[in-house]
């Protein structure tokens, strides 16, 4: 017989309470379920059953067995599950967490090209810079940007977030292009009043190489992407991330100052609660974000 069916069986048994009600439950005969618990007994050669006129009592063995043929039942229940999600098309609302910076100029563009490929998804983006509670707070994906916090999560990484020095053609025509960092002391600086060591700028060079140097401007603010029109209309150098600055360096209103140097790379990682059976669509959202960030 079936080994499974027969693992199925014995747990009804067990569940149930007897073989008359297993077999009013299995919609089989009292006969079929004895014969169920008398091939694996003699498969094991061990009784798994103490047999009474009210009730069935589990040996030693029999308890050991109930407890791995459950388990065995729902790791084949999972395998089946998810073989059937594989095969379905990602669908459902998808909550997820972003800091501001690069949800709004990076990760909203590929979100809708995600939506594009998938019509019966719909996104739920909350633009965040503080630190939050991704399960307690109901997201199913969080972009984090910096030191892991929780390690209970799984964290994909993906590119590291580059922060780089960049500047208008005005403003470089009018006040001269920095060759070295000691340069960016003569220059006005855009500050962004949330970093930790403000009116510094500590920098990475090509080998490794690192620089501090003491800022000075007129334009400070707490959001990067005013920082980035303040340097679109000519009010100084900005240090912002590569990624929000590169459509504006590939177009020329913005250019590249000291390009060989940048502040120290941040990790960035794409969180989400550990789940034995992800659904097509959280599984799909993964893969895309991780192939076009990772």
């Not at 009013?24 to 379920?33: I, L």
């Not at 599950?81 to 909203?108: D, I, K, M, N």
């Not at 590119?159 to 006005?188: F, Q, T, W």
Request: proline share 5%.
């Amino acid at each position: 017989m079936d080994k499974l069916a027969g693992m199925a069986m014995f747990v009804r048994v067990v569940d149930e309470g007897s073989f008359a009600a297993a077999a009013e439950v299995s919609q089989v005969s009292a006969t079929m379920v004895a014969k169920h618990i008398r091939t694996i007994e003699q498969r094991l050669g061990a009784r798994l059953l103490h047999r009474t006129t009210r009730r069935h009592q589990l040996t030693e063995v029999g308890k050991l067995y109930y407890e791995r043929c459950k388990t065995v039942l729902t790791e084949v229940e999972l395998a089946e599950a998810a073989a059937s999600e594989l095969q379905s098309a990602p669908r459902g609302r998808l909550r997820l967490v972003a800091p501001v910076s690069f949800g709004t100029q990076t990760l909203v563009p590929a979100l809708v090209e995600y939506l594009h490929q998938n019509l019966e998804v719909s996104v739920d983006l909350a633009l965040d810079n503080n630190p939050y509670d991704l399960i307690g707070e109901g997201y199913e994906l969080g972009i984090q940007i910096g030191a892991l916090t929780n390690t209970g999560l799984v964290a994909r990484p993906l590119k590291p977030y580059r922060r780089i020095l960049a500047a208008s053609p005005d403003y470089l025509a009018r006040c001269g292009k920095p060759e070295r960092p000691e340069d960016l002391v003569n220059h006005m600086c855009l500050g962004h009043s949330y970093w930790r060591l403000q009116g510094r700028w500590h920098l990475v060079g090509p080998q490794g190489e690192t620089c501090e140097i003491a800022i000075k401007g007129r334009f400070t603010t707490n959001q990067g992407g005013a920082l980035r029109v303040a340097a679109l209309h000519g009010a100084g150098i900005v240090l912002q991330p590569e990624l929000l600055l590169a459509a504006d360096l590939d177009a020329g209103r913005l250019e590249a100052v000291l390009p060989l140097w940048s502040y120290k790379p941040t990790p960035m990682h794409l969180v989400y609660a550990p789940d034995r059976r992800p659904t097509a669509m959280l599984r799909s959202v993964i893969d895309f974000l991780v192939a076009r960030f990772g």
